[in-house]
């Protein structure tokens, strides 16, 4: 059971790591104008792209504190 559940939990820190790797890279992607949105102006998907940088900052800060 104990080793059914760290593998879990292996995955499950796994797939977190992925998923703020991912919301990174589309964050700043949208930032810098790598990334856009069709029909949307320039200027709300880079403030779009930094709400997803800073909400994936705090995820990381929440995780590190245990909330």
Same mark, same amino acid.
């Given at each position: 059971m104990a080793k059914q559940q760290m593998g879990y939990t292996l995955m499950s820190v796994l797939a977190?790591?992925?998923g703020i790797l991912v919301s990174l890279a589309? *964050?700043? *992607?949208?930032?810098?104008?790598t990334? *856009?949105?069709?029909?949307?102006?320039d200027v709300i998907t880079q403030i779009a792209g930094w709400i997803?940088?800073? *909400?994936?900052?705090?995820?990381?800060?929440?995780?590190i504190f245990g909330k």
């Open positions: 977190w790591i992925t589309v *964050g700043f *992607g949208m930032i810098y104008g990334l *856009g949105i069709p029909s949307i102006p997803v940088v800073i *909400g994936a900052v705090i995820s990381v800060i929440m995780a």
